[in-house]
């Protein structure tokens, strides 16, 4: 299968804008799976939440009709992030949109810095959606630091993890490597780029989106700045074979009852 | 406080020979720590279990008692990897002799490849001991690909992993940063350099021994090949700041009831 990652430069607070540009970008390339960047349709750095809300969506929305649209017409299952309205509540989500239509939604978990003060943090593990036989997982951004992220979609039987990012620490694209590595999983991370300078902050997004292989391999990384489109033909069975060596499997490997993990 | 990891080539069967080594190299440095590569005592590759056997330890031994007396007579904690006989059973253990004269032993728990005809794996989980106010974790070489292991420790108070290793895949050096990035925790991987061709099997060790930091610099490496020794000076204080940003904790953002990670 074909996957993509797309990075561009979200503008703040033009909705209309982000998602025609988003649609432009992904009928700019032919793929099975585009994951897009976190918080792609708003923009970033909220000045509060009441703004946030007012740029916000609900997953079921008419104005992510057309992204869904082109995912219908084209087979093309499209992984998005947007502020999630729900009820009262609001969260900075990744919608997947898949050609049948169906539309499943992963809040993200881990809040990263000034997030806590916009957002709830997800109320549901990291979820994995089947399409077409390919199990895709989902994780938002800083997810990434903690490894009880990826490894809750690896064990749940996640083939390839759809990573939309905001990132601005440096650390994040070498430690998908690891990620990658540890889980014998595919990871798709589609950062943005640009910056911000609101809410009494300036923040650089530092691109360098990028495909990685279950054996660690950066199969595409871009550049730190400007658009791109990264694409990659991907052999999903390179994810489910988990052995590292022939007598070690990462996850069978495991020793579960020797963990100390909920301290 | 200071931290070496010393990396050299052990010869095979020579556990004599190899003692007397490590007494010479941690006599080389002044170090409150050092930490010393996986089977340092006995070789990697044996031909069978009686073989194994055969080059064993327990704890107690008198071989040791030269390593330990030089962690009574400097203060220097001394962590090194052996072949581990307790009974009829035999593990692939790490052992940390403190300046005190106590001898605490971690049994790795994930067995690289042929190891598994071996050894048996270890039955108890990774231990952190308490060495004049710095806690020390251990792990052994491959545990370092299940991000449980080190995640326990970090759980369980290290400040610091030792980590003897006898690596032979590519991965480990450049993972080991997004370990210490993920647990804001110090690693002190000592591996061994050189080859053997025993046991049907050729085997070439990768050196680059390491010391990083909790923010995931490399303090020191060491080359592909050649023993070296590599002390730094670290400041145990910066692996109980668990905070990657004023709003982020490493350990304290973690939301264990959305992980899925007993399947």
Redesign the interface.
């Known amino acids: 299968m074909r996957v993509a990652a797309i990075q561009f430069d979200p503008t703040f607070g033009d909705v209309r804008g982000n998602l025609a540009r988003c649609l432009e970008l992904v009928s700019s390339v032919e793929a099975d799976l585009c994951v897009l960047p976190e918080l792609a349709l708003s923009g970033y750095l909220f000045e509060s939440r009441a703004e946030a809300m007012s740029l916000s969506q609900e997953p079921g929305d008419k104005e992510l009709d057309a992204l869904a649209g082109f995912a219908g017409r084209t087979g093309t299952t499209i992984v998005v992030g947007f502020a999630e309205r729900a009820g009262e509540s609001l969260f900075n989500s990744a919608v997947l949109l898949a050609p049948s239509g169906s539309r499943a939604v992963y809040r993200k978990?881990?809040l990263?810095?000034?997030e806590?003060e916009i957002f709830e943090?997800?109320?549901?593990?990291?979820a994995v959606v089947e399409v077409a036989g390919v199990r895709l997982g989902m994780m938002v951004c800083?997810d990434w630091?903690?490894?009880?992220?990826a490894?809750?979609l690896a064990?749940?039987g996640a083939d390839i993890i759809c990573h939309p990012a905001n990132l601005v620490?440096a650390?994040c694209q070498?430690?998908m490597?690891?990620?990658c590595?540890?889980n014998r999983i595919f990871a798709v991370t589609a950062n943005r780029v640009g910056r911000e300078d609101r809410a009494g902050q300036s923040l650089r997004f530092t691109g360098m989106s990028e495909i990685v292989a279950p054996n660690?391999r950066i199969l595409a990384r871009a550049d730190a700045e400007g658009e791109a489109v990264l694409v990659e033909e991907i052999d999903v069975a390179a994810a489910r074979d988990k052995a590292?060596?022939?007598?070690?499997d990462?996850l069978g490997?495991?020793?579960?009852h020797?963990?100390?993990?909920?301290?």
Request: zero cysteines.
């Open positions: 978990i881990h990263f810095s000034g806590k943090p997800g109320d549901r593990p990291p800083f630091i903690f490894p009880e992220t490894r809750t064990l749940g620490l650390y070498d430690a490597v690891t990620r590595i540890e660690g590292v060596t022939p007598a070690n990462v490997d495991r020793r579960p020797l963990y100390r993990l909920d301290e």
